[in-house]
């Protein structure tokens, strides 16, 4: 299953309202998972189910959709999140990522 | 406190071999799912694969099957992948991550592979 993020590169500043699209070439149902990956440093799971809040994570980020479309939205953005960010589909194997979405400072 | 630690990185010519080794602590080791996650140097994250609490059920990625295992030890709280006929695509940092996807996901700092002569 290919899934494909949109934009790949985002700027922003601080206070937006920001979206990113996570589209799969076909169903995941809900087996959806998005990830902030800081510059050197492992991935933080932000949600997972499409749309549940991992804990820890701050409310400002949501996520829905389920099927092939999905979105990540940070309600308001804040400076610790100019990151990349990642979903993956774990409904099939072999489980795959999308190629990431970098938001910047605008 | 949950704790990965990933050794066994390094620098391998094309078509060696490397056994990654993954040191779990803080948590029922043996309770988890435990998978290998990759990222090639400037690169995205790419699944690499991923082993039952028991170790009775295992996936791969295409581009390594026949090529990596991964393994567990429960006794010894380790996870490993043994990589044979490395290609210079699969220099990456490795991740051991335990719960990938799921509550409580927890991941390693990262070993460095490289496969070059």
């Known amino acids: 299953i290919q899934m494909t993020q949109s934009p790949s590169t985002l700027s922003a500043s601080v206070g937006d309202r920001v979206t990113i699209t996570c589209r799969a070439s076909?169903?995941?149902?809900?087996?959806l998972a998005w990830y902030q990956q800081k510059p050197g440093k492992a991935p933080n799971l932000l949600i997972y189910q499409a749309s549940s809040l991992e804990t820890g994570v701050p409310s400002r980020f949501s996520g829905s959709g389920s099927g092939t479309e999905f979105t990540l939205t940070i309600s308001s953005l804040q400076p610790d999140d100019f990151a990349t960010y990642y979903c993956q589909q774990y409904n099939s194997y072999p489980w795959t990522f999308g190629q990431g979405t970098k938001v910047e400072i605008k | 406190e949950v704790q990965l630690v990933e050794s066994g990185g390094g620098l391998v010519q094309p078509g060696g071999s490397l056994r990654l080794s993954c040191a779990a602590s803080g948590f029922t080791f043996s309770g988890y799912w435990m998978s290998w996650v990759r990222q090639a140097p400037g690169k995205g994250l790419e699944w690499v694969a991923n082993?039952?609490?028991?170790?009775?059920?295992?996936y791969y990625v295409d581009s390594v099957k026949g090529r990596f295992t991964i393994s567990r030890d429960n006794a010894k709280n380790s996870l490993y992948l043994q990589m044979n006929s490395l290609r210079a695509e699969d220099t990456a940092v490795y991740y051991c991550?335990?719960?990938?996807?799921?509550?409580?996901?927890?991941w390693g700092q990262g070993t460095l592979v490289t496969v070059s002569s």
């Open positions: 076909q169903s995941v149902s809900s087996w």
């Open positions: 991550v335990k719960s990938l996807a799921a509550p409580q996901e927890y």
């Open positions: 082993i039952k609490h028991d170790g009775s059920e295992k």
